[in-house]
């Protein structure tokens, strides 16, 4: 047992020497720490048993404690359970009156907003009414196929159109059977096409892939919405935000419900439909308003305006009547401004161009046109063509007819001739309707057999029967007869396949006097209640009106008054607009001060008692303190008020306005207008923030004032367009000045420093962008060789326009460099050939053995060339040559 405590456990420590196995756990492991085996067959001591039987007994009462509290516990829940039962089967039918009461009320609160504003209108919301109303009520709403009630756990789904509920079982064996019936018309067709089903009720359509085949909520945002107690049954919570019909643009802002959405409640501002008069807000839903003025618009005839009301859509035709000439200009009548265009009754008659025939149009404007005989005509069978005068017939042209005949197989065989052709006449062989039978028979007539279909028909129950039938067989026209779901009446439509419709009759509900019926599918009059009575009480007043409000009938006290009071107020001399209040409930309070905390309280007592009038609440046009609106306040309220609006006077410094709150200004000479200031607005001590001239970052100096700032006398420190210079100019030349004055006013006037694409400096003063490249500074060239040397323009150097050449003294100097060169190349390869005979020679000697005395060796002494002898005499002269002139080049350049 969990509640035996832990030191009771504790006495259990000693095992059995060799039967600490039993249990499952070792003796020194067991509660207690008691882990000492006894040895042999394991005695308990005396004090193990006496503390064993005291703890047998405790257990013993504890148990019997237990089982008390458990009998108690059962009997208080039964007795529980039978006052909840007794409570619940003792509600009369009052109790459920209060509660529609409730629910009514509840509902008025939820389409307050849609009634009690502008445009607002209740008998379109009546269709939502119902339908939150049948949901609220416990099988109030019907499965029109099953003729049950709809329940709260069940999956449901609910029509588009009509919004009707049915079950989703019966919506589902539904639409199958109706897609059944309708494909198995024809066995050709059977199966090949999407064909449509049906709602119950609206016969609204639906194709065949829109069959139901999950459980969502209305708005159809969650799939198989959890049962929630505090919802509306089937709801998932969340708000509607399905799209208005018609649709408007916006969308409901309901909780997820059943039926129809409510008209848009969405204030917009619109104008009426001539729109002549200003913007007003209205309910989107009933937006479109007429201002009453007349139209004035101009009506089709031309001449008149319309003078009926601001009205939608188009004008209607003219109402005036005036005297109006026919087309052709005959007759005159008076007729309907509307219709100024009209044809009398004579034949035109009027000569031809031909001559000899006349128009036989019926009046009608223009020219007559060329008379139809004239021109190229044609014989009757349109082979031959003749072009004759209007005065002679066109004749036949003797050809054979050949025209199609009416059987589209053959053609005419008689000569061209005037009028239709001749039936035809040939012997065919024709196959009958069916297809079983052929027969000869001439080709107009038609060839039905006596053979009789037997073909089942669409209800599947019945032959066809019809002579000749082609296959598609018509539907079966024998009545169905089969009991409907109200085990009341019979199926009256044709015979068909699948479910019957349901029960079209309807049966009479009757309160107990007999005189309210309500109107309920067949087969439901057996779980519906009986109507309230609607006749009226006539139980007499017992407040101080005359006669009491017009209700129904019914059981018990009338309901409280609810007229209006109508008494005479003291103080305004105002008729009460409150209800009647002459019998109000007031709780009594202080009548009993209970002993003490075991004494209970009684329930509280209420007394009917004739209570004040409420203050007056006429609305009284009153003015704000600083005359900004009126607004109708309450009687008792009527009186000076602030409207907690900015006062919004203009200011002395014509520039701010007064952000007091509204408040009392006193009215002098100088400010009787409501626009401006008075001595108790506040006093602008804002700097002035009038916007500067373009590009001057500077504030006005000044504190706020009227008129125009004076200019920005404030200097600019700037750079010059070459960078060197600072520059102190006053802010308002810079903003007044245009492109050159700006450009001469940050312009230094000295030479600008920046070098030439040549490398010289800019010869021109400080100016912007980039700098002219036409050097004129001089510049020395020189020759290829650099001997020779000459002045000239910087610019025509760069352009390639002037160059230097070498003359006949340059041109020797070069052949004798150019011959020494070779010299020294010649000596230089002829000492390269020498030293490589030497080499050469070398190792042949080297080749042809070695002495036998290898100690002597013989000396190979190898001849000096020219060069090597004459080097030192060539080398140093040109070397020296060379260097002066370089020196020279080097001279002539500086």
């Given amino acids: 047992m969990e509640g035996v405590a832990a030191w009771r456990q504790g006495g259990r420590g000693r095992g059995r020497g060799g039967r600490n196995g039993a249990s499952g756990v070792p003796a020194g492991n067991r509660p207690g720490g008691r882990g000492r085996a006894r040895g042999g067959a394991g005695g308990v001591s005396l004090g193990a048993a ?3 039987h005291h703890q047998g007994a405790a257990e013993a009462n504890e148990l019997a404690s237990q089982k008390k509290f458990n009998e108690i516990k ?12 007794e409570q619940f089967s003792s509600s009369s039918e009052d109790d459920d009156e209060e509660m529609e009461g409730k629910h009514g009320r509840i509902l008025d609160k939820t389409f307050t907003t849609y009634t009690n504003q502008t445009g607002g209108d209740a008998s379109e919301l009546e269709r939502t009414r119902q339908y939150l109303n049948d949901a609220f009520q416990s099988g109030a709403m019907t499965c029109l196929i099953c003729i049950a009630s709809v329940k709260r756990n069940q999956a449901i789904w609910s029509c588009t159109e009509c919004f009707c509920i049915f079950h989703m079982p019966c919506i589902q ?3 199958k059977d109706s897609v059944f019936l309708v494909s198995s018309l024809t066995d050709d067709d059977f199966g090949k096409r999407d064909y449509p089903w049906l709602c119950p009720k609206c016969r609204f359509e639906y194709k065949r892939s829109e069959t139901p085949s999950r459980y969502y909520c209305y708005c159809g945002k969650v799939e198989d919405p959890p049962l929630d107690p505090w919802l509306v049954p089937h709801s998932c919570g969340q708000v509607c935000e399905k799209e208005f019909k018609p649709s408007c643009g916006h969308r409901c802002l309901l ?20 729109k002549k008069a200003k913007p007003v807000p209205r309910r989107c839903s009933t937006k479109e308003w007429s201002c009453q003025l007349p139209c004035g618009r101009k009506l089709p005839c031309g001449q008149h305006n319309c003078e009926k009301p601001c009205h939608p859509g188009a004008c209607q035709p003219c109402p005036r009547v005036s005297k109006q000439s026919c087309v052709c200009g005959r007759q005159v009548t008076e007729r309907l401004c509307a219709s100024p265009t009209w044809q009398c009754d004579q034949v035109c008659g009027r000569t031809l161009p031909c001559g000899y025939h006349s128009c036989e149009r019926i009046c009608h404007g223009g020219s007559c046109g060329e008379c139809p005989r004239s021109g190229g005509r044609s014989c009757p069978c349109g082979k031959s063509k003749f072009s004759l005068p209007c005065t002679e017939d066109v004749p036949t042209c003797g050809d054979s007819c050949d025209k ?19 039936t035809c006449r040939q012997e065919v062989e024709k196959q009958c309707r069916c297809g079983k039978h052929t027969k000869q028979m001439p080709c107009h007539k038609p060839y039905l057999c006596e053979t009789k279909c037997t073909k089942i028909r669409d209800c599947q129950k019945h032959q066809c029967k019809r002579k000749c039938c082609p296959g598609n067989c018509p539907p079966c026209d024998q009545v169905c007869g089969r009991t409907l779901g109200c085990r009341n009446h019979k199926c009256p439509s044709v015979c068909h396949r699948g479910s019957c419709y349901p029960c079209p009759e309807t049966v009479d509900v009757k309160c107990n006097c007999g005189k309210t019926v309500l109107k309920v599918p067949c087969g439901r009059e057996r779980t519906t209640k009986p109507p309230r009575c609607k006749e009226l009480c006539r139980q007499p007043p017992t407040c101080h009106h005359p006669s009491r409000e017009k209700h129904s009938c019914h059981f018990g006290p009338c309901p409280p008054c609810h007229q209006p009071c109508k008494k005479i107020l003291e103080k305004c001399s105002h008729l009460c607009p409150a209800s009647c209040h002459d019998e109000a409930l007031v709780k009594q309070t202080g009548m009993h001060q209970p002993a003490g905390p075991w004494e209970q309280s009684n329930e509280p007592a209420f007394i009917q008692t004739a209570l004040p009038c409420p203050p007056c609440q006429v609305p009284i046009p009153t003015q704000c303190l600083a005359k900004h609106e009126v607004s109708p306040l309450p009687c008792h309220l009527a009186g000076p008020y602030s409207c907690k609006r900015v006062c919004g006077r203009l200011l002395d410094c014509q520039n701010h306005t007064c952000m007091k709150e509204c408040h009392q200004v006193t009215e002098t000479a100088s400010n009787n207008d409501i626009q401006k200031a008075g001595p108790e607005c506040l006093q602008c001590e804002e700097g002035c923030s009038k916007p500067r001239p373009p590009g001057c970052p500077h504030s006005c100096p000044l504190p706020c004032h009227p008129g125009e700032c004076s200019p920005c006398t404030q200097m600019v420190r700037m750079k010059c367009h070459c960078k060197l210079t600072s520059l102190y100019i006053e802010c308002t030349k810079i903003t007044c000045a245009d492109l050159k004055e700006k450009d001469e006013l940050i312009s230094c006037k000295n030479q600008c420093p920046k070098e030439l694409s040549c490398g010289h400096r800019c010869k021109e003063t400080c100016h912007p962008g980039d700098c002219p490249q036409n050097c004129n500074q001089k510049v020395k060239i020189r020759c290829p060789c650099k001997r020779l040397k000459k002045e000239l ?34 000596a230089a390869f002829e000492e390269e050939k020498r030293r490589q005979e030497a080499e050469l020679k070398a190792f042949e000697n080297r080749l042809k053995g070695r002495r036998k005395n290898k100690k002597r060796k013989d000396d190979v002494e190898v001849e000096k060339s020219v060069w090597q002898k004459h080097k030192n005499m060539i080398v140093l002269p040109i070397c020296g040559a060379v260097v002066v002139m370089i020196a020279w080049i080097i001279a002539y350049r500086d």
Avoid: F
């Avoid at 059943?258 to 439909?273: A, F, L």
């Fill in 173 to 175: 064996k539904w639409a």
């Fill in 74 to 85: 059962r009997a208080n829940e039964a007795a529980a359970k039978k006052l909840a039962e």
């Fill in 404 to 422: 199609a005949l009416e059987c589209g197989m053959h053609r005419c065989s008689q000569r061209c001739h005037r009028g239709p052709c001749e």
């Fill in 255 to 274: 909780l997820c419900h059943p039926g129809p959405c409510p008209p848009c409640p969405k204030m917009v501002s619109i104008t009426c439909y001539c």
């Fill in 50 to 52: 006496g503390h064993r």
């Fill in 793 to 826: 323009m910087c610019s025509k150097v760069q352009e390639g326009q002037m160059s230097l050449e070498c003359d006949t003294v340059c041109k020797e100097m070069k052949r004798k460099a150019s011959e020494i060169k070779e010299a020294e190349a010649r």
